[in-house]
T-cell receptor, first 110, second 111 residues
Framework: DAKTTQPPSMDCAEGRAANLPCNHS???????VYWYRQIHSQGPQYIIH???NNETNEMASLIITEDRKSSTLILPHATLRDTAVYYC???????????FGQGTELSVKP | DAGVIQSPRHEVTEMGQEVTLRCKPI?????LFWYRQTMMRGLELLIY????????DSGMPEDRFSAKMPNASFSTLKIQPSEPRDSAVYFC?????????FGSGTRLTVV
């Protein structure tokens, strides 16, 4: 199964940018990087995904290194509601199984 | 789009009883996943289906657990007989090509 490495926890001040790193050194050329988050007691929620180029949507930005072995999820102006566990993945097949690691527990503090 | 719909939201049952969890995936999604979440083990993949066919059930903990997907719009996860250690939140997710959508989960308590 595809393995990723993330720091177990991070803190961020409200209103500041939160930068969450992920190492995915085993990623293959055609595998997408996905980011999800899980707010306490809710189902995991899609944030963003990308292949090679940096991506931005209304929730976040995704920066993928040129060698694709790591990526950073950026929440530009974190709010208290962004407190959650954040997971990154690179499933082997589009629509294939997602294996959850421990993720990064982000705490946004006032 | 109503999203992935799971029922019931909460279930409390006595040890030894049969429990059936239900999931309606998003229309047009051809992959369906069942996960279990506990504090100790995090989110574990139990089984996933592609085009209604079970592809990988290696995460199913034991024979007491079974899952079916009789058609593209419905799946069940059954536990018979249930045990207290089965208490967890069970999530269903569906996918087409890009992206996975999760339901709100079923919180199961076996007493």
């Amino acid at each position: 199964d595809a393995k990723t490495t993330q720091p177990p926890s991070m803190d961020c001040a409200e209103g500041r940018a939160a930068n969450l790193p992920c190492n995915h050194s085993t990623i293959s050329g055609n595998e997408y990087v996905y980011w999800y988050r899980q707010i306490h007691s809710q189902g995991p929620q899609y944030i963003i995904h990308g292949l090679k180029n940096n991506e931005t949507n209304e929730m976040a930005s995704l920066i993928i290194t040129e060698d694709r072995k790591s990526s950073t999820l950026i929440l530009p102006h974190a709010t208290l509601r962004d407190t959650a566990v954040y997971y990154c993945f690179h499933p082997r097949n589009q629509g294939g199984k997602l294996i959850f690691g421990q993720g990064t527990e982000l705490s946004v503090k006032p | 789009d109503a999203g992935v719909i799971q029922s019931p939201r909460h279930e409390v049952t006595e040890m030894g009883q049969e429990v059936t969890l239900r999931c309606k995936p998003i229309s047009g999604h051809n992959s369906l996943f069942w996960y279990r979440q506990t504090m100790m083990r995090g989110l574990e993949l139990l089984i996933y289906f592609n085009n209604n066919v079970p592809i990988d059930d290696s995460g199913m903990p034991e024979d007491r657990f079974s899952a079916k997907m009789p058609n593209a719009s419905f799946s069940t996860l059954k536990i018979q007989p249930s045990e207290p250690r089965d208490s967890a939140v069970y999530f269903c997710a569906s996918s087409r090509i890009y992206g996975y959508t999760f339901g709100s989960g079923t919180r199961l308590t076996v007493v």
